[in-house]
């Protein structure tokens, strides 16, 4: 599933990246482009705005909360998704990931986090690196911990 987040979720369109889902995330649109843009690239458009939600024709989710991490759990318990790529794409530009070698990150990350982390990922467009920080692991703790729950009733 690919999504299109209007400009009032840009967390949300970085976390879905991060946690592996393709989501575009474009300069602020006119409703008409930015249905457009989903329609052409077969995108679910996630949305603040509950009358472009409510329109016709159109896949989109009205996302209820302001809370990264309730929108979060929104969309994943809503349509069901499985984290199965996380760290996959850039949270910035989305473009995929590639696993690079702890020795290749050497005095570009910073030197606590080489200490103790021994998985990298970089974009090759940004040339930014990933590694699964705290905030990442609470997250997707939680995201684990919600979606046993909605799946045992
Ligand atoms: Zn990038």
Not at 20 to 41: C, H, Q, R
Not at 56 to 72: F, G, K
Not at 120 to 148: D, S, V
Request: hydrophobic share 40%.
């Amino acid at each position: 599933m690919r999504f299109c987040a209007d400009h009032m979720l840009g967390s949300l369109a970085r976390w879905l990246r991060f946690l592996g889902f393709d989501t575009a995330y474009p300069e602020v649109l006119s409703d008409k482009e930015l249905i457009n843009l989903a329609e052409s690239e077969k995108r679910v458009i996630l949305t603040r705005d509950k009358e472009l939600a409510k329109k016709r024709n159109i896949e989109a989710l009205y996302i209820e909360s302001t809370d990264l991490e309730e929108q979060l759990i929104q969309v994943i318990v809503g349509f069901n998704l499985k984290i199965t790529d996380a760290f996959s794409r850039c949270s910035i530009c989305n473009s995929i990931l590639v696993p690079v070698k702890k020795a290749l990150v050497k005095g570009k990350v910073p030197e606590k986090v080489y200490a103790w982390q021994n998985e990298y990922w970089e974009c090759q467009k940004c040339q930014k690196y990933y590694w699964q920080g705290t905030h990442f692991q609470g997250i997707k703790a939680k995201l684990e911990e919600l979606k046993g729950k909605t799946s045992a009733t």
